[in-house]
T-cell receptor, first 116, second 117 residues
């Protein structure tokens, strides 16, 4: 069974500071990894994804993530945080099912607070 | 449509009543998913439809929950005899359903907030 751990429930950073949100996964094969962001009262927006190839992936809003197989990690980073980045961030792992998409397993989320 | 839509956006119901939640996936997407987001359980998978294949119902928490997808497009999630623990945000997502990397991207709707009193 697949699982995702986000060790940090809540993180506070100053605007302009760098950010790293941690994500560790457990999956028996090559994982398909995602980061989603959820603003209050909103649905989930896809930030970035890793399927294969280059282990450093770029996403929207200036975010990037690095897949490290040896550490079973897929940490999300941003060099300079903006106040509008305050939201909840979810890491997710997807499994293959007969070659097509299947369900996502989500971490518990990390709530990001940005101070001015 | 431009994105996944869900209705209603909010639903308040009395314990014991049945409710129906609707999801309209992105046009052309053959895969459709239901998830539930609650304070105690986080984001949980409920059920998954892919084309004409039998749905994956492995996440449905009890037999009070069911879902159907008519005409390969719109889906309805039905909860019978609602309980207070069913209070949550119910999220629907769709993906293209084709084989290959980009098809694994799931696009989420805004959700339906269900409150059982």
């Amino acid at each position: 069974a697949q699982s995702v751990t986000q060790p940090d429930i809540h993180i506070t950073v100053s605007e302009g500071a760098s950010l790293e949100l941690r994500c560790n996964y457990s999956y028996g094969a090559t994982p398909y990894l995602f980061w989603y962001v959820q603003s209050p009262g909103q649905g989930l927006q896809l930030l970035l994804k890793y399927f294969s190839g280059d282990t450093l992936v770029q996403g929207i809003k200036g975010f990037e993530a690095e897949f490290k197989r040896s550490q079973s990690s897929f940490n999300l980073r941003k060099p300079s945080v903006h106040w509008s980045d305050a939201a909840e961030y979810f890491c997710a792992v997807g499994a293959l099912n007969t070659g097509t998409a299947s369900k996502l397993t989500f971490g518990t989320g990390t709530r990001l607070q940005v101070t001015l | 449509g431009a994105g996944v839509s869900q209705s209603p956006s909010n639903k308040v119901t009395e314990k014991g009543k049945d409710v129906e939640l609707r999801c309209d996936p992105i046009s052309g997407h053959t895969a459709l998913y239901w998830y539930r987001q609650s304070l105690g359980q986080g984001l949980e998978f409920l059920i998954y439809f892919q084309g004409n294949s039998a749905p994956d119902k492995s996440g449905l928490p009890s037999d009070r929950f069911s879902a159907e997808r008519t005409g390969g497009s719109v889906s309805t999630l039905t909860i019978q005899r609602t309980q207070q623990e069913d209070s949550a945000v119910y999220l629907c997502a769709s993906s293209s359903g084709r084989v290959g990397g980009p098809s694994y991207e799931q696009y989420f709707g805004p959700g339906t907030r269900l409150t059982v009193t």
